[in-house]
């Protein structure tokens, strides 16, 4: 089984940047996709970005894509968000998700019940 633990979110004025890391432990780490999602007050949590076991398929929501960057470590076994340019709309708690049954496949996938375990989330506020 993996756990996640993310951490680095806080509070940042906009235009700032965030990185925001997700610990995993677990020796599946290196073979499955992981994807980072994020969940605004009042609303549903949403598809942030994603990255194969071996990084050589990324994919990004629209509403982020030239912003962040997504990318992994597997030697840590940890899993990264490097967010440039934040927006106010940006504020979320983000959550790391490890996507089991996508072992050593070639393709991410966006849909959220796809992704068990997650991790306990960290908050990102951004300010005007």
């Known amino acids: 089984q993996v756990q996640l633990v993310e951490s680095g979110g806080g509070l940042v004025q906009a235009g700032g940047s965030l990185r925001l890391s997700c610990a995993a432990s677990g020796r599946t780490f290196s073979s499955v996709a992981m994807g980072w999602f994020r969940q605004a007050p009042g609303k549903e949590r949403e598809f942030v970005a994603a990255i194969t076991w071996n990084g050589g398929s990324i994919g990004y929501a629209d509403s982020v894509k030239g912003r962040f960057t997504i990318s992994r470590d597997n030697a840590k076994n940890t899993l990264y968000l490097q967010m440039n340019s934040l927006k106010p709309e940006d504020t979320a708690v983000y959550y790391c998700?490890?996507?089991?049954?996508?072992?050593?496949?070639?393709?991410?996938?966006?849909?959220?019940?796809?992704?068990?375990?997650w991790g306990q989330g960290t908050q990102v506020t951004v300010s005007t």
């Open positions: 998700a490890a996507d089991l049954t996508n072992n050593g496949n070639y393709n991410y996938r966006k849909n959220l019940a796809a992704y068990n375990p």
